[in-house]
């Protein structure tokens, strides 16, 4: 199995804001070795550098003050989310290969759980942003522009983490042997990169999005 995560996180407008971007929601979708959706989480996230989600942020995500105010923590959550794993599969979470659409998601997790003294919660990463550029040849896709390309339906609202999460899913499972088989070298951290582990690649796109 593996897991499909997208978050949202504190973000500002304007240049020169000191702003963390800490996650204020997290949605994933537990996917078995096929790609189906076994499980779904969602959860909205306390943030405490920025407690106070700027305009910005609240009309781009939709996201409203009072919903993270009375949310746990990043730690709560986290445990919260590794209870209803145990409670339903056997797998150590910590070894279950996780992927989101583009690196930020996996960034923003590793600078929050360092912030607060936490491991990361899963197993190793792999971008599905790079897995369907290979792919496609489409260099710098939106996750919706992808979805249309591969004739998928697009569900819920952008920028919330649960519909992204799912909308995700939909792309990962292209490339759920992939995923499943992701390894350190994948990790956007692990540098040089280790080529020749994508996909079939379809070359007779060449142009972005």
């Known amino acids: 199995m593996y897991l499909v995560n997208d978050?949202?996180?504190?973000?500002?407008?304007?240049?020169g804001v000191k702003d963390k971007n800490e996650i204020i929601e997290i949605g994933i979708?537990?996917?078995?070795?096929?790609?189906?959706?076994?499980?779904q989480f969602q959860s909205f996230v306390k943030p405490t550098i920025n407690p106070r989600l700027s305009r910005f942020?609240?009309?781009?995500?939709?996201?409203?003050?009072?919903?993270?105010d009375l949310a746990d923590p990043l730690d709560t959550v986290l445990n919260n989310f590794q209870?209803?794993?145990?409670?339903k599969f056997t797998a150590p979470l910590n070894?279950?290969?996780?992927?989101?659409?583009?690196?930020?998601d996996f960034l923003c997790l590793k600078n929050d759980c360092e912030r607060r003294s936490l491991?990361?919660?899963?197993?190793?990463?792999?971008?599905?942003?790079k897995l369907f550029a290979a792919y496609s040849g489409f260099r710098n896709c939106g996750m919706l522009d992808c979805l249309k390309i591969e004739g998928l339906e697009i569900e819920g609202d952008s920028h919330r983490?649960?519909?992204?999460?799912?909308?995700?899913?939909?792309?990962a499972k292209i490339f759920a042997p992939r995923i499943m088989a992701a390894t350190i070298e994948d990790s956007p951290l692990h540098l040089p990169s280790v080529p020749g582990q994508?996909?079939?690649?379809?070359?007779?796109?060449t142009n972005d999005c």
């Open 7 to 15: 978050l949202e996180a504190t973000c500002f407008e304007q240049h």
């Open 119 to 129: 491991p990361l919660p899963f197993g190793h990463y792999v971008d599905l942003k």
């Open 198 to 205: 994508v996909p079939v690649v379809r070359p007779d796109h």
């Open 57 to 68: 942020c609240k009309k781009l995500t939709g996201i409203k003050q009072d919903w993270v």
């Open 83 to 87: 209870s209803l794993f145990k409670s």
């Open 95 to 104: 070894e279950v290969p996780w992927t989101s659409y583009g690196t930020m």
């Open 29 to 39: 979708v537990v996917c078995d070795k096929g790609g189906l959706p076994v499980m």
């Open 161 to 171: 983490a649960l519909s992204d999460a799912i909308n995700a899913s939909k792309v």
